[in-house]
């Protein structure tokens, strides 16, 4: 099964948080931040004006983002967990 995101959405992928701190801490599974930086595994076509013209996306597949911490809806299908968002969730692209 695959997701395929409608009109301005986009399916990410999390990557995994950093389980240490700069000081060599490792941290316990709760004390974890939420990933900001996710991989960019699906995109809609586009957000449609009012004229019918479809606005094209600015990421695509395979970018490196960083997303709102809080943002887009969780999902989990055959075994993975994604995230789909907004485009305009997407605060940057990781180059």
Same mark, same amino acid.
Request: glycine share 10%; proline share 3%.
């Given at each position: 099964? !695959?997701? $395929?995101? *409608? +009109?301005?959405?986009?399916?990410?992928?999390?990557?995994?948080?950093?389980? !240490?701190?700069? /000081?060599?801490?490792?941290?316990?599974?709760?004390?974890?931040?939420?990933?900001?930086?996710?991989?960019? #595994?699906? %995109? =809609?076509? /586009?957000? $449609? !004006?009012?004229? =019918?013209?479809?606005?094209?996306? !600015? %990421?695509?597949?395979?970018? $490196?983002? #960083?997303? +709102?911490?809080? +943002? /887009?809806?969780?999902?989990?299908? &055959? /075994?993975?967990?994604?995230? #789909?968002?907004?485009?305009? &969730? #997407? *605060?940057?692209?990781?180059?």
């Amino acid at each position: 099964m !695959t997701i $395929k995101p *409608l +009109s301005n959405r986009v399916v990410l992928k999390n990557l995994e948080a950093e389980e !240490t701190t700069k /000081g060599g801490i490792i941290l316990a599974g709760a004390a974890k931040e939420k990933p900001q930086v996710a991989e960019v #595994i699906a %995109v =809609g076509e /586009g957000e $449609k !004006t009012q004229e =019918g013209k479809i606005i094209p996306m !600015t %990421v695509k597949v395979g970018n $490196k983002v #960083i997303i +709102s911490k809080y +943002s /887009g809806t969780e999902v989990k299908l &055959d /075994g993975e967990e994604y995230v #789909i968002v907004k485009e305009n &969730d #997407i *605060l940057a692209i990781v180059e």
